[in-house]
């Protein structure tokens, strides 16, 4: 796909799977692409009366193909005649990204070091010859190394190449509330089935997720089988190896290491160093080597913090003005540093991911129900707003219906004591721990 017109072409060729080439035709045969870039799709509309028409009956069916294409939910825009010559205008002599709106993850824009080398160039090596060899592929680290971004360069590096290769990328979360969906509302379990056991490159993150739930790992299991048959790439990312998946089914730790398992671990000082002035490049700003040095020295946890700090520094240039010496950049860093607070993560983050956990809605868990399902969320909640911010016990009390802080420390005992006779427990905890990592 080497332009906008050439993804238009593609989604309505899929709109017509869905409905028929006479709607499609109809609605959308006049219907022009003009760009492709982060904002989404743009097209161009002949009449007001038929955006406003599409707008309010078919735009869930175009973007429905839009993410069948790309695997991510991409926003539509739809411009009449004069607002595409003032947009055209407007982008003209601009840098737009035709190919794909996720051109930023590449191989080349992934800083290589010596405890991420491994999975990189097994990576680099599933691109260039899918199906192959390493098939599937299993990258696993902590949150924030890179896991993400080698899935996107895999994916645009195998899309440049193979340019009619269905290609889908997918969140196991993602996957997991898809079929919850489906199964609740009585859909076509074959329509489900098809979307992903009829592609070419196949790419799930976070695959811990699917651990425990049994429908979604029936599904994953005999989707993982078709694909493989057929020689199609698979490629998955993880926290942790499949050995360590405790509720995992065992059917599925097979497969999973049936292929290359390759780890990522935390970069080392002289990778955080490239990481930094990699980031700093991309922003358009000189970082100091002895700002870089305090840098590299200070954040060692992950990639994503590296990129934080980056964003608050150039945030400080830009208030207090271009030329800014040495001296107050490390006074700006140092007290960046020295708030923990912007690298933990809100309580109400905690609570919105232990809810998704448990398929509750968050109001119940800061409720008075006694329902057991819903205390034993609660404890949990609890138990890792304590581990994972400052908040006092009584600050926590505060966020459960105003509950004393007698309460929240016996709900917090009685996770410790269960984490102790059951692994399963640890192990869901570690699965919502880095879910709440993801999502700040």
């Known amino acids: ?21 006479v709607f499609v035709n109809t609605w959308f045969g006049d219907v022009e692409a003009v760009a492709l870039d982060d904002s989404g799709l743009i097209l161009c509309v002949p009449t007001e009366f038929k955006r406003n028409y599409i707008q309010s009956k078919y735009l869930s069916i175009l973007k429905k193909s ?13 411009l009449l005649p004069e607002e595409r010559a003032e947009f ?30 491994f999975a990189f160039t097994a990576a680099v090596k599933v691109a260039n010859e899918p199906g192959g060899a390493y098939n599937p592929l299993f990258i696993y680290g902590q949150s924030g190394l890179g896991k993400t971004h ?27 509330n898809e079929l919850i969906t489906n199964l609740r509302r009585g859909l076509d379990m074959q329509e489900f089935r098809n979307k992903y056991r009829t592609v070419d490159l196949f790419l799930m993150d976070d695959v811990q997720f699917i651990a425990g739930k049994d429908s979604s790992e029936e599904e994953l299991f005999h989707t993982f089988n078709t694909l493989h048959e057929q020689g199609k790439q698979i490629v998955f990312t993880s926290d942790r190896p499949p050995q360590e998946m405790l509720r995992l089914e ?15 671990q935390p970069p080392d000082y002289e990778t955080r160093m490239a990481i930094l002035k990699n980031k700093s490049m991309e922003r358009g700003i000189v970082l100091p080597d002895p700002v870089l040095s305090y840098v590299a020295e200070n954040i060692t946890a992950n990639v994503r913090q590296i990129e934080g700090v980056v964003n608050k520094i150039m945030a400080f240039q830009e208030l207090m003005g271009a030329q800014v010496d040495v001296d107050n950049t490390l006074r700006a860093v140092r007290d960046i540093l020295r708030s923990k607070e912007d690298f933990l993560p809100s309580a109400d983050t905690i609570i919105q991911e232990v809810a998704r956990f448990y398929d509750l809605d968050s ?5 008075q129900s006694q329902n057991k399902e ?10 890792i707003i304590r581990e994972m911010t400052q908040l006092s016990l ?47």
């Not at 309460?407 to 879910?435: F, G, H, W, Y």
């Open 363 to 367: 109001s119940a868990l800061r409720g």
């Open 88 to 117: 055209e205008q407007k982008s003209a002599g601009e840098s737009r990204k035709g190919d794909s709106p996720f051109l930023e993850y590449t191989f080349d824009r992934f800083v290589v070091g010596s405890t991420n080398k």
């Open 1 to 21: 796909m080497k332009s906008a017109a050439d993804v238009w072409d593609k989604v309505k060729t899929l709109m017509e799977e869905q409905t028929t080439s």
């Open 374 to 383: 819903i205390a034993t969320a609660r404890n949990v909640a609890m138990y």
């Open 150 to 176: 080698l899935l996107h360069a895999i994916a645009n590096r195998v899309r440049d190449s193979h340019p009619n290769y269905r290609i889908l990328y997918i969140k196991s979360e993602d996957f997991v």
């Open 394 to 440: 009584v600050e926590i009390g505060q966020l459960f219906g105003g509950r004393h802080h007698s309460t929240v420390i016996n709900s917090i005992n009685r996770v410790e004591k269960n984490m102790k006779n059951q692994p399963e427990l640890s192990e869901i905890i570690r699965d919502i721990t880095n879910a709440v990592n993801s999502a700040y």
């Open 66 to 78: 839009l993410f069948d294409l790309f695997s991510f939910d991409l926003e539509v825009t739809l």
């Open 250 to 264: 065992q059917r599925l730790k097979t497969r999973f290491e049936m292929g290359l398992s390759a780890d990522i």
